[in-house]
């Protein structure tokens, strides 16, 4: 079981190159997410998904697409690259359940990708 | 939207308890969660506590929630080394986004 699987770890682009991180989870988990780390400013939003074929903008859309074509996996498109967006983005996913008395939307993280456009 | 607020810094002796604050404004959270990310790391999660809870304790961890208040707290008992980290809360908003605070860096001194 490996969980959520993030690629690649490390990236370096240019300003103006467009490239996809790929994140894949194996739990069947219906839920995944895009999030950015930036110094200071704890984990942003991106992208959701609550379901294969379901996407919807977070708080930092822009400059990102997504999609969800299966429920394992969920890219998230960079565009055109702009130094901007150098940070470190973590997918995540989960699976609401109505255990413990109530639904329970605990998400799991991938590993991370750190990515610097130069 | 939900905006979640924490210091952002927190220095302890080992050995010492460390109590890390949370605030929000959303209260339809069924679930309010503390991850723990260490250098270089994804998150973790740490724990959690079901909203209708004032208090649910973990071993070394204690988790307050004062829903009046919109305040949650996660206190370490005897603080080691090895909980330096950045400590975020979290919680899921009304349209089941997951929503997290800036995150507090605790240092833990020898």
């Known amino acids: 079981n490996a969980g959520v699987t993030q690629t690649p770890k490390f990236q370096v682009l240019k300003t103006g190159q467009s490239m996809t991180l790929q994140c894949a989870q194996d739990?069947?988990?219906?839920?995944m997410s895009w999030y950015r780390q930036d110094p200071g400013m704890g984990l942003r939003l991106i992208h959701y998904s609550v379901g294969a074929g379901i996407t919807d903008q977070g708080e930092v859309p822009n400059g990102y697409n997504v999609s969800r074509s299966t429920t394992e996996d969920f890219p998230l498109r960079l565009l055109s690259a702009a130094p901007s967006q150098t940070s470190v983005y973590f997918c995540?996913?989960?699976?609401?359940?109505?255990?413990?008395?109530?639904?329970?939307?605990?998400?799991?993280f991938g590993s991370g990708t750190r990515l610097t456009v130069v | 939207g939900e905006d979640v607020e924490q210091s952002l810094f927190l220095s302890v002796r080992e050995g010492d308890s460390s109590v890390i604050n949370c605030t929000y404004t959303?209260?339809?959270?069924?679930?309010l969660y503390w991850y723990k990310q260490e250098p270089g790391a994804g998150l973790q999660l740490l724990t959690y506590i079901f909203s209708n809870m004032d208090m649910k304790q973990d071993q070394r961890l204690t988790v307050l929630l004062n829903k009046k208040d919109k305040h949650l707290s996660l206190r370490i008992a005897d603080t080691q080394t090895g909980d330096s980290a950045i400590y975020f809360c979290a919680l899921v908003d009304s349209s089941y986004k997951l929503i997290f605070g800036s995150g507090t860096r605790l240092l833990v001194r020898p």
């Open positions: 739990m069947n988990h219906e839920y």
């Open positions: 959303d209260s339809s959270s069924t679930y």
């Open positions: 995540a996913s989960s699976s609401p359940s109505g255990h413990r008395g109530g639904l329970d939307y605990g998400y799991t």
